[in-house]
């Protein structure tokens, strides 16, 4: 069965360093998203593409904050530089289209110390 | 905007019991409803979905839900737990128009299964 890879699964950084965050979606999806969850909450959107370009990144801390999808298939997610509410998990999803069902990778945890 | 309220942080049940988990929406148009599973370190799970037709939705391991639009809500229920249903559970909303259709979640509700 096809899952959405995600890599690190864990990543442990200091204050002000720079992180990045790899997200391979299932094949043949074009819509790829971001989430991250705080502990003890429920995620919450980041950053939404449909195919390379960006649908929707609101809610995105963009002084910190970037996230690519050049060719359309996998994407990255960077933040630079970290602060220490930062730490949390950063989930991608992906679906076939628009207003499909969204499958989610497995997640990276992030502590910022 | 949208926002998803699930009542109980924490529910706990008997093995066999019958398991209810709440959902309420507010929303100026009755949006995309979906329940996700997640197990402790791993990713979200879909349960089931509702977008249009029969209210009563089924979906995976024996859950089901409806929603009911006068009461805004799209409560999880399941006749018997199992232990294995023991995870974090979470409410969602996407909205019907629009180009974006990220997902709104609860706070999502921590089920507890005693033997």
């Known amino acids: 069965e096809a899952e959405v890879a995600q890599s690190p699964r864990y990543k442990i950084t200091e204050k002000s360093q720079a992180v990045a965050f790899w997200c391979d979606p299932i094949?043949?999806?074009?819509?790829l998203y971001w989430y991250r969850q705080i502990l003890g909450q429920g995620p919450e959107l980041l950053v939404q593409f449909q195919d390379e370009s960006v649908v929707d990144d609101s809610q995105l801390p963009k002084d910190r904050f970037s996230a690519e999808r050049l060719k359309g298939v996998d994407s990255t997610l960077k933040i630079q530089p970290a602060e220490l509410g930062d730490s949390a998990m950063y989930l991608c999803?992906?679906?076939?289209?628009?207003?499909?069902?969204?499958?989610f990778g497995p997640g990276t945890r992030l502590l910022v110390l | 905007a949208q926002s998803v309220t699930q009542l109980g942080s924490h529910v706990s049940v008997s093995e066999g019991a019958l398991v209810l988990l709440r959902c309420n929406y507010s929303?100026?148009?009755?949006?995309?409803l979906f329940w996700y599973v997640q197990y402790p370190n791993q990713g979200l799970q879909l349960l089931l979905k509702?977008?249009?037709?029969?209210?009563l939705v089924k979906g995976i391991n024996g859950f089901e839900a409806e929603f009911k639009k006068s009461e805004t809500s799209f409560h999880l229920t399941k006749p018997s737990a199992h232990m294995s249903d023991a995870a974090e559970y979470f409410c969602a909303v996407s909205e019907v128009g629009g180009g974006a259709d990220g997902l709104t979640f609860g706070k999502g509700t921590h089920l507890i299964i005693q033997p």
């Open positions: 929303s100026s148009v009755p949006p995309y």
């Open positions: 094949s043949g999806h074009a819509t």
């Open positions: 999803a992906s679906s076939q289209r628009r207003r499909e069902t969204q499958y």
């Open positions: 509702y977008t249009t037709g029969a209210t």
